[in-house]
């Protein structure tokens, strides 16, 4: 065969099957020959689709047929359907590069959700308005309740007004002082915990209540609390995990992972792990406003070391507070340190 002709199976566009041919160059136009075909073309009226690695090409006939064949050079002499096909089957067919290009995408997707997706929501959470939070949060207590996950408080009455005055006296100056509320449910299959809403709802389990041998211990935990209302920080954390899940349903075409990131921010609230940043910044936020009350940030360190001791991991709720709000030695020393 010259070094002019290609062979080819042709398809005529009415028939599944393809029958072997010959394409033929001369000059501007090529010819095609077969059993029950005999053909010519102008050149500038094919097109050959790009090179994908070592896979079979094809070449649109201005009638509507199809050649299928081999890649070879003679293809380059037809018009091309994509015109950076050449740089595309550069990179395909050298696999180290690709590598390389996999783990620069893979490194720069990292960097923006370590780096990238905190500020994004922070930036996102400043400009929500404030009556929506607050809805937010409420319907995520009404849904918890709803649920039986919690159930009235069984604290006395008297236990619950000195709390909320101490709460309350916490709060003073504190930039989101309007919006602070604290709710107390029983929650005998959560156990010790407490959490903040997005919209200023801090609420404490009766549980924790009891684990704590002082009034100083409950504020103490809610003094952290109060640091996640005043960075927002569930905020924030809803609008990270609802990107995050946005972006796997742009790539995965499954939004049912959006759905499922939506519907249930409730239960995302409830046991919500946060970063490391965050509770660091909750930790240092509530030290200064113990002090600030004169109370002794102390008593966070004692409280947590009880909460630590009294864990078991084979049967702890999702919930819990430990499992929520990771205690580590680091942050029990800071309180102490906090504390001199």
């Given amino acids: 065969m010259s070094a002019n002709t290609l062979s080819v199976s042709f398809f005529d566009g009415r028939s599944p099957l393809a029958e072997p041919a010959t394409l033929i160059w001369s000059g501007s136009s090529v010819k095609l020959i077969g059993a029950n075909v005999d053909k010519s073309y102008p050149a500038n009226q094919l097109r050959a689709s790009p090179r994908v690695g070592h896979a079979d ?56 959700y370590v780096y990238g997706l905190p500020v994004l929501a922070e930036k996102i959470a400043q400009r929500v308005p404030a009556e929506y939070e607050r809805r937010l949060g409420d319907q995520a207590i009404a849904w918890l309740d709803q649920q039986g996950i919690f159930r009235q408080s069984q604290l006395d009455e008297d236990t619950r007004k000195v709390l909320t005055a101490g709460f309350e006296k916490l709060s003073r100056g504190v930039a989101r002082q309007s919006t602070l509320r604290l709710e107390f449910r029983d929650a005998p299959f959560v ?36 640091g996640h209302v005043e960075r927002r920080h569930s905020l924030r954390h809803i609008v990270q995990n609802s990107v995050t899940a946005a972006v796997a349903a742009a790539f995965t075409s499954d939004v049912s992972s959006l759905t499922l990131a939506v519907s249930g921010i409730p239960v995302l609230l409830a046991q919500a792990k946060y970063s490391r940043e965050f509770e660091t910044e909750a930790d240092t936020f509530a030290f200064a406003l113990l002090k600030k009350n004169d109370i002794s940030p102390e008593n966070f360190a004692t409280l947590m070391e009880r909460l630590s001791a009294k864990r078991n991991p084979r049967t702890e709720s999702r919930m819990a507070f430990l499992s929520t709000h990771p205690v580590t030695a680091e942050r029990i020393a800071r309180a102490r340190a906090a504390a001199k």
């Fill in 57 to 112: 090409r094809f070449v649109a006939l201005p009638d509507g047929a199809q050649l299928q064949c081999r890649d070879s050079p003679l293809l380059d002499r037809l018009p091309q359907e994509g015109k950076t096909e050449g740089i595309v089957a550069w990179l395909e067919q050298r696999w180290p590069i690709a590598m390389v290009a996999l783990a620069i995408t893979l490194g720069g997707i990292g960097t923006g």
């Fill in 191 to 226: 156990g010790p915990n407490a959490f903040a809403l997005p919209g200023g709802t801090v609420v404490i389990t009766d549980q924790m209540v009891e684990l704590a041998e002082s009034a100083d211990e409950v504020y103490a935990v809610l003094a952290h609390e109060i």
